[in-house]
């Protein structure tokens, strides 16, 4: 499995942006996926997991409310779209494949075992 996030840039505090996983293979649809953002200094934490199909998510605290997690399984792409950016939300994206297709703890990193190259998302203040 191949994953390559997009999306990334700079924008100003109370802006948005729409990253985008596309991944390869037939068997997306089978996946669990998951974004998680590596800020400076910081380690690599969980941002939110969509199930096979989509009829599950699960968000960080931090961004409820603001992020919303979608899949297009026809396009072989999951969405992490962020409103109301802060400049807290800077960070390195990555998104992830866990290839069971289990729900089960989407937030433990060690659940995936796929990783795109990640895109780097800056919001100004």
């Known amino acids: 499995v191949q994953l390559q996030a997009s999306g990334g840039g700079l924008v100003q505090a109370g802006g948005s942006l729409r990253l985008s996983c596309a991944a390869s293979?037939?068997?997306?649809?089978?996946?669990?996926v998951g974004w998680f953002r590596q800020g400076p200094g910081r380690e690599r934490e969980f941002v939110a997991a969509?199930?096979?199909?989509?009829?599950?998510?699960h968000y960080t605290h931090s961004v409820k409310g603001r992020f919303t997690i979608s899949r297009d399984n026809a396009k072989n792409t999951v969405y992490l779209q962020m409103n109301s950016l802060k400049p807290e939300d800077t960070a390195v994206y990555y998104c992830?494949?866990?290839?069971?297709?289990?729900?089960?703890?989407?937030?433990?990193?060690?659940?995936?075992?796929?990783w795109g190259q990640g895109t780097l998302v800056t919001v100004s203040s």
């Open positions: 992830a494949a866990d290839i069971s297709g289990r729900f089960i703890n989407p937030s433990n990193i060690r659940t995936y075992d796929y």
């Open positions: 293979g037939r068997t997306f649809s089978r996946y669990t």
């Open positions: 969509i199930s096979r199909h989509g009829g599950n998510t």
